[in-house]
């Protein structure tokens, strides 16, 4: 399991027994995702699916979905069924935002659990369940480059907003082939950079001012937000970022 290491008989604090339930019953939803090792909240509640049919009343702490989930859907993942990565991320579109839908997909396309080829067969073979449209949505603004939730939440507010889709993880060098950063986001036509400033970047300020200084040098502009720009004041973030396009493209 690529999640956080916890004995599996206490796996979200409760003893096996107290969540015991039918065979045919499957964990799911963020549930399945954090089992899978993305880095989500498992049990609030616990999330499993029953086949429709199945007869089991509602029980504390559990989230009880009934559903179809064939045995290509379903994996063991430390001795505990589960529906599958790609299951489970079509399973997360029918609940969560368009953004948090990203993030997921971001996340687990990044860190190689599963890829977009293989999320877009899952698609295929969901044509007529309720919530594929979404999950082809999702799928098509994934960027499997994305290396951080809130670098994935950041690219979202522009997007959203109606900015053009910006590159991710760049490798950007001077005229000489020199390596100068990478930004987070880039638009090439305009030659800005974007990037997330989370706590690792107070540790490394001195590298990241020189880094900096090498992109201004070759006339790319460099923005930086903050998890505030993003949740308190992503208006003001897509304003600065639209209006900084215009100057540049004039």
Known sequence: MRGKAYPTHH??????????????????????????????EPCNPIEVTLPINAGISIRSGLAIRRATVVKDDVTLVKQLKATTIERTLADLCLNLSVVEAVVAVDAATHQRFTSIKHLLVQADRFARRAGVTAFRRVIDLAEPATESPMESRLRM??????????AVQVPLHDRSGRFLGRPDLYYANSGLGIEYDGGVHRTSLVDDNRRQNRLLAEGIRLLRFTAGDIYSRPEALVDQVRVTLQRRAA
Request: net charge positive; hydrophobic share 50%.
């Open 11 to 40: 796996l979200f604090g409760w003893p096996r027994r107290s969540y015991a339930c039918p065979r045919s019953a499957v964990f799911s939803g963020l549930t399945a995702a954090w089992l899978h090792g993305l880095d989500v």
């Open 157 to 166: 507010t522009l997007v959203l907003a109606g900015l053009s889709r910006p």
